[in-house]
């Protein structure tokens, strides 16, 4: 307590002389800085009252105000912002001053004023300037101390002031407390005996006896309070920092009142952090999850999923309620992401492969009831069994992609090399496209980089090539172009295709890659689009450990470039 005294009374002290030191600093400068800036305005305005056009008349009368205020500096500068005469410096010095604020403004007519300020010396420069007879622009300066140099140069007599202040305030401090706590010290230096002493005679002064008496029966009492809650503090502690599953313990006012470090990391909390004593919303901002926390409920117990950064969590809330008043919250939080999410990709696979085998299956099934029944004309036989024929291949090739996705998702893919003449093989895959290219008049560019010939997984890159080169004719514009560029360097194969087709929505782009995805539904089935392609690109780069880039601008045009890395066939040989 005298220490704190002693900082409590030098702290008062010190703070009383700054701020004197500084309202005084303030109000010099500013009714200095007021004057002299009057004086100085009022001398231009008296100088450029006086003089005439002529400039030679001009520079004298200047050098003899120059001569009897010597800390004013004199400028003479002429329309353009030629310095005609400085009192400081030599005008052949001196740079072209038309960029000046109070020239710009002087030459309008007005009395052009400007502060220029360096931190680095303590010190503003002011600066007024008005037009004179003939054009000519006269303008004053000078050099004026700001706050902070005021302040600088004040310091050491402050310093001075404020330890002498320090000094006599200790002294003083000191001496009034040693008086005032001296008594109260020795009951404090001896109080713990007297409340463990077994006998009734304690000696102290008669006011303080009841109070002695009463902090012996607390003291009791507060020694076997302590000891059960510190057992179950330890108990309940361990639990919730050892659980896997994220605990947190809030108050009614959603406070936080106890939460494991897991509950930190599944939520995006920094672990670093504390959150202990803080408001919920500290920890997350999930409206999901801070909704079901704020909304009164007459359940005591709910249950809901969230995703959170890529991560699905299972959330568990159990209120305790007191005469239905909300009195606290217990949350669970479990990682559930890989069950829920192949939950979610086994529902909407199958409800997606149901809707995309039915389509072309009615029209099977339709056409060929309609045969069977012999409710067809000759000439229209051909057409519907062309339709057919369509319909089953496009069956064909969405039970492939379904099988290819199927391989990749239980790591049945079989990755063996084998030599490829890129320029061959190229031609060859472009030869399916090349009728509906020139009926379509597409303008097609293909770029070779590199090696002609390729050691690399056949299938695996006629899956990539086929899908790109194909999403590239189909979306399309009549007579637009597709450029195709291929780089065979040593340790990588990299592919691009471009096309300027209708492109994808920005709110789509991320999505085109996810199975039976299509953006229009309606289009993609009329020009045989499943939606399987780009899924087949993505699962084939992601197993060759490459990566794939999609830039697209609706109707501008899409690029798709991949990135695979090669592998060493003499390393499969071994």
Partial sequence: MKRRMNLINTLVIVLAVLAV???????????????QQTWMRETLRFYSSIVDADTENQIEILKKLN????????????????????????????????????????????????????????????YFAMRVAGGNVVRLSQEWKNMAG????????????????????????????????????????NLEQMILADTEDIPVYDELLPFVRELRVQKKTIDAHLEELKYQ?????????????????????LTILSINASAVRLLGGDTSSEYRGKDYLHLCRLPEIYQKLEQSSDSEHETFTVEMNSTLL???????????????????????????????????????VSHELRS?????????????????????????????????????????????????????VQQESTEIDLDAYLQQILAVYNETINQRILKLSITLEGERTLFFPEAMLHDVLDNLISNAVKYNRDGGSIDIWLSNQPNELRLRVADTGIGIPEEHIGRV?????????????????????????????????????????????????????????????E
């Avoid at 030191?21 to 004057?35: E, G, I, Q, W």
């Avoid at 005469?85 to 001053?97: A, G, R, T």
């Avoid at 994220?246 to 108050?251: K, P, R």
């Avoid at 199975?515 to 399987?532: E, P």
């Fill in 21 to 35: 030191l500084v309202a005084v600093t303030f109000v010099y400068h500013r009714m200095s800085l007021d004057n």
């Fill in 67 to 126: 001569s009897k205020y010597r800390s004013v500096r004199v400028t003479l500068i002429d329309p353009d912002g030629n310095v005609i005469y400085d009192s400081s410096v030599d005008e052949f010095h001196l740079e072209n001053h038309a960029d000046r604020k109070e020239f710009r403004e002087a030459l309008l007519g007005k009395l052009g004023e400007d502060i220029r300020h360096s931190e680095s010396v303590g010190e503003d420069s002011f």
């Fill in 150 to 189: 005021l302040l600088g140069k004040a310091l050491p007599t402050t310093a001075i002031i404020a330890v002498l202040a320090i000094i006599l305030s200790a002294a003083f401090t000191h001496r009034t407390s040693q008086r005032i706590l001296e008594p109260i010290d020795y009951y404090a230096e």
């Fill in 233 to 253: 503090s330890e108990t309940i502690n361990r639990l919730i920092r050892d659980a896997r599953e994220g605990m947190i313990l809030m108050d009614s006012e």
């Fill in 314 to 352: 299972r959330i568990y809330i159990n209120r305790v309620l007191r005469q239905d008043e909300l009195y606290g919250v217990m949350m669970i939080i479990a990682d559930d992401s890989e069950n829920l999410r192949l939950e979610k990709q086994r529902k909407e696979f199958t409800a997606n």
């Fill in 360 to 412: 072309p299956l009615t029209a099977i099934n339709g056409y060929a009831e309609l045969l069977k029944n012999g409710m067809v004309d000759a000439d229209d036989v051909k057409r519907i069994g062309g339709t057919i024929s369509d319909e089953g291949r496009r069956l064909s090739a969405i039970i492939d992609d379904i099988i290819k996705l199927s391989q990749f998702d239980e790591s049945k």
């Fill in 513 to 573: 890659f996810e199975r039976f995805y299509m953006i229009d539904k309606a289009r993609s089935r009329a020009i045989s689009g499943s939606g399987l392609g780009l899924a087949i690109v993505k699962h084939v780069v992601e197993f060759l450990g490459g990566k794939v880039f999609l830039e697209s601008e609706l109707n501008h045009g899409t690029t798709i470039e991949v990135f695979l890395p090669k592998t060493d066939p003499n390393s499969d040989a």
